[in-house]
Every structure is written in C-alpha cells, then in structure tokens.
C-alpha cells in the first residue's frame, strides 16, 4: 500500500510503486478530470500538483508522490471558483475541453508564482501544454483575466 494525500484526503492505494500517478488518480481512484494525452509528457493533458509543482502525470511514478500532497483539477477549488475556473467560463475557453484541465493546472502555478504575467510570461509558462482545438489566445486572455480577478480578492 502506497499512502498519499489528493486533493487533502489521506489515501492508501494498492499500486505497484511504478504505476504513473495517472492511472492512479484515473484508474484506482475515479477522478477522470487529468487526461491522458501522449503518455510521454509531453501535451500537458495530464497536469496535476506535486506539493505545488505541476507535473506530468503519466510520467511522475506513484511512489514519487508517497507522503506527498498530489492537487488534481477535482481539488482545484471545492465549487469551481478558484479565479481561473470563473475566467475560463467567462471567456468560454474550451473548444473540445480535452485539455483543459491540464491547462488551468498549468495556469495556477502560473498565477501563484507571478500574480501579474505578461503575454509573454504567459506564451513561455504555458508552452508544455497543447490545444489541438488551438484555443491559445483565449487561453490567454483567461489568464489575464484571473489574474484582474485575483487582485480583486477572487480565490486562487
């Protein structure tokens, strides 16, 4: 048993310490918000929080996040109102919505670490994660957004 904490619930899961983190967040626990996209790390589809840090999920093992907090898009915010969950309604972000919720993980580590980005600070954090619908600059402008709402006081 491997003991880990998603979205602030202690878990013990049956997993080969090997298993990407992906499959047991989809596979093993039920939370289908993190996509699987390539496998290799390289869309962003799979995007959760490693104490923090976002990650890929297909190709961060399990027993890496043994004892550690894994934050997935289920655990973003509790009613959908963390700041870039309402920018991204707002906007009307998603085409397809695969992957989306790689995207606004993606973004919240953004917005943490530099309340006020740029395009540019924007395009450079966000280039790991892929669009296939090519919704980028309503990515962006949601950002920008969240980050408007978030010096207003709005959750992040």
Same mark, same amino acid.
């Given at each position: 048993? /491997?003991?880990?904490?998603?979205? +602030?619930?202690?878990?013990?899961?049956?997993?080969? %310490?090997?298993?990407?983190?992906?499959?047991? /967040?989809?596979?093993?626990?039920?939370?289908?918000?993190?996509?699987?996209?390539?496998?290799?790390?390289?869309?962003?589809? @799979? *995007?959760?929080?490693?104490? +923090?840090?976002?990650? #890929?999920?297909?190709?961060?093992?399990?027993?890496?996040?043994?004892?550690?907090?894994?934050? *997935?898009?289920? +655990?973003?915010?509790?009613?959908?109102?963390?700041?870039?969950?309402?920018?991204?309604?707002?906007?009307?972000? %998603?085409? @397809?919505?695969?992957?989306?919720?790689?995207?606004?993980?993606?973004?919240?580590?953004? !917005?943490?670490?530099?309340?006020? %980005?740029?395009?540019?600070? /924007?395009?450079?954090?966000?280039?790991?994660?892929? @669009? #296939?619908?090519? *919704?980028?600059?309503?990515?962006? !402008?949601? /950002?920008?957004?969240?980050?408007?709402?978030?010096?207003?006081?709005?959750?992040?």
């Amino acid at each position: 048993m /491997i003991a880990i904490t998603i979205n +602030g619930k202690q878990l013990e899961v049956a997993a080969d %310490p090997d298993m990407p983190l992906l499959w047991v /967040i989809r596979d093993l626990l039920g939370l289908t918000g993190t996509k699987f996209g390539c496998g290799v790390a390289q869309c962003g589809a @799979c *995007t959760v929080h490693l104490n +923090g840090e976002a990650v #890929r999920s297909c190709v961060t093992k399990v027993s890496r996040a043994a004892g550690q907090q894994v934050t *997935t898009i289920e +655990g973003l915010s509790k009613l959908n109102d963390h700041a870039l969950q309402i920018a991204w309604a707002e906007l009307d972000v %998603p085409q @397809c919505g695969y992957c989306q919720s790689g995207q606004l993980m993606s973004a919240a580590v953004l !917005l943490r670490e530099n309340p006020n %980005p740029t395009d540019q600070d /924007i395009d450079d954090a966000m280039s790991g994660n892929i @669009c #296939r619908c090519g *919704t980028y600059p309503r990515i962006r !402008l949601a /950002i920008h957004k969240a980050a408007e709402l978030q010096r207003e006081g709005a959750k992040s």
